[in-house]
């Protein structure tokens, strides 16, 4: 099945300085990476995505870019808040016999020092 | 719409016990979903479904069972508990299970098995 890492797994970054994480993926039938935010005590919540036809995607201080020949996908904040501070989740999506199946990184915990 | 709502919000079972994890949503969404959250693992699917009357296994589908009676409800089924399925549980739904549509999750279910 698909693989995905993600590193880093904790992120420390002072107020208005930028954030990467990074994904790789392992399985090239992978065709939708989504992003989530989860806060302390809370589901995850979609913040961007992009579909493996599209190289990069931007939202406001969000962006993500793909990179499907190194199969290799990046999350990028910019002028970081102390409200971006939350554990980020990067997923590879594969279409199964009867639907999507999600494959999720392991997580990185982003603190925005103020 | 209230979204996606899980109930109970806390459990606490002990091994060999049975018990239903429910999921709801009013969103009249085809694709619903189960993962479970453990540390340093990220989320992994255990089951999905694409429809009333249509499941079908994710990642980590053993001790695990699920129907699909209802548009609205996909309830998760332990039949006898582990200490090994101790963990928090999120279910999800989305429009359809095609890719690029957002996954919408609930708030979890904490699950400690002794």
């Known amino acids: 099945g698909e693989n995905v890492e993600q590193h880093p797994s904790t992120l420390s970054v002072q107020e208005g300085d930028s954030a990467v994480i990074k994904c790789t993926y392992s399985?090239?039938?992978?065709?939708?990476f989504p992003w989530y935010k989860q806060e302390l005590g809370k589901g995850p919540q979609l913040i961007i995505d992009i579909r493996s036809n599209v190289g990069e995607k931007k939202d406001q201080r969000i962006a993500v870019t793909l990179n499907k020949t190194a199969k290799h996908f990046s999350l990028h904040i910019t002028e970081t808040q102390p409200e971006d501070s939350a554990v980020y989740f990067c997923a590879a999506s594969i279409s199964g016999n009867t639907g999507n199946q999600f494959y999720f990184g392991t997580g990185t915990s982003l603190t925005v020092i103020p | 719409n209230a979204g996606v709502t899980q109930t109970p919000k806390f459990q606490v079972l002990k091994t060999g016990q049975s018990m239903t994890l429910q999921c709801a949503q009013d969103?009249?969404?085809?694709?619903m979903s189960w993962y479970r959250q453990d540390p340093g693992m990220g989320l992994r699917l255990i089951h999905y479904?694409?429809?009333?009357?249509?499941?079908d296994q994710g990642e980590v589908p053993n001790g695990y069972n699920v129907s699909r009676s209802t548009t609205e409800d996909f309830p998760l089924r332990l039949l006898s508990a582990a200490p090994s399925q101790t963990s928090v549980y999120f279910c999800a739904s989305s429009p359809t299970g095609l890719a690029g549509y957002e996954q919408y999750f609930g708030p979890g279910t904490r699950l400690t098995v002794t």
């Open positions: 969103m009249n969404h085809e694709y």
């Open positions: 399985d090239s039938a992978s065709n939708y």
């Open positions: 479904s694409v429809g009333a009357g249509i499941t």
